[in-house]
């Protein structure tokens, strides 16, 4: 327990250090404040159309100014934008100890490799969670500002249940990107498979097969392109469950067979 926690304690010294977070968490604020520039234009198109924002295409884009739609939004801006924000974390976590070309320092170490990939591990998940939380709260305040219509208790606490659910199947399908970036050694091939991943989630939900792809799944869940009980089933978060499950053990592999003098 003692190694696990220097081990945590290093790689959260490491994190917050690094500007790669916390600008990973600034960039990513962007989407509660464009979800609230299309309430907001959405609300009074008149006003907006005087002060020039309002074009055909964000007439067509929404149709209603509320809570309900706003949730919407921001739930699947987390679910495609999570992708992108959460593997470039990813791959600074497990990629930088090569560019920084510490690793062999790293593997040489007493402390269990399995400790330290489970320190990198949670402090993701952490970070993970925290900046979903910090675009939840944001999207309060911006609706709030906004004064968007149609709030309902009921409604907040089942649109942070969808954003963390949201989240949480981002962050499984982190694991390949883990491994990706422990294997290739660096930071480009997993952001290389950040983007392929999403360029086929995109076309494979289009043929209507993304419930049989794991990368699909988060944005289907969050509703961009209709209800999810339409769209998922069973089997398509079980297929998200694999996908995280295999990414992990095969980080764990690598980690524990890797050569020291790399």
Do not use: C
């Not at 604020?29 to 198109?45: E, Q, S, V």
Request: glycine share 8%; net charge neutral.
């Amino acid at each position: 327990m003692d190694a696990f926690l220097s081990a945590l304690w290093a790689e959260s010294l490491k994190a917050r250090r690094s500007r790669v977070p916390l600008l990973a968490s600034m960039g990513f604020t962007l989407a509660p404040l464009m979800d609230g520039l299309f309430m907001f234009i959405m609300k009074d198109p008149e006003r907006a159309r005087e002060m020039g924002l309002l074009s055909v295409k964000a007439q067509l884009a929404m149709s209603t100014a509320d809570w309900t739609t706003f949730f919407g939004v921001l739930a699947q801006a987390i679910a495609v934008g999570g992708v992108i924000v959460f593997s470039i974390v990813t791959a600074w976590i497990f990629g930088r100890e090569f560019s920084d070309h510490t690793i062999k320092d790293l593997l040489a170490l007493p402390t269990s490799r399995e400790k330290i990939v489970g320190a990198k591990l949670l402090i993701l998940s952490a970070w993970g969670f925290a900046t979903t939380l910090w675009i939840y709260l944001i999207g309060l305040v911006v609706g709030a500002l906004i004064d968007i219509p149609g709030w309902t208790n009921q409604l907040a606490w089942q649109s942070l249940s969808d954003v963390f659910v949201t989240a949480i199947m981002s962050l499984l399908l982190m694991t390949p990107v883990a491994f990706i970036a422990s294997m290739g050694r660096g930071y480009l091939p997993p952001l290389a498979w950040a983007v392929l991943t999403i360029f086929f989630s995109q076309i494979i939900a289009a043929t209507g097969w993304g419930d049989w792809f794991p990368w699909s799944v988060p944005a289907l869940y969050s509703g961009v392109v209709g209800p999810r009980s339409e769209q998922l089933g069973i089997h398509s978060y079980v297929l998200v469950m694999l996908a995280g499950i295999a990414g992990l053990v095969a980080t764990f592999w690598w980690w524990r067979n890797a050569d020291q003098t790399r």
